[in-house]
């Protein structure tokens, strides 16, 4: 309780198989050792934006 007040905050369950199914499949992937870092990410996304924006102009 916080300065008088209480709250109950009930979270709705997701059970969407495509959402169960991409969350399995993204644990699967980083108990494997299959993840980029961040900033390999960034870098590769930005690249592509550029080349994408250098492709469309």
């Excluded at 007040?5 to 050792?33: F, Q, R, S, W, Y």
């Excluded at 990410?41 to 492709?55: A, E, F, G, K, P």
């Amino acid at each position: 309780m916080l300065g008088g007040l209480a709250m109950d905050v009930t979270m709705p369950v997701v059970e969407t198989p495509e959402l169960l199914e991409k969350l399995d499949k993204g644990i699967d992937d980083m108990e494997n050792g299959r993840v980029t870092p961040h900033e390999e990410t960034m870098r590769i996304l930005m690249q592509r934006y550029n080349d994408h924006v250098s492709q469309n102009s």
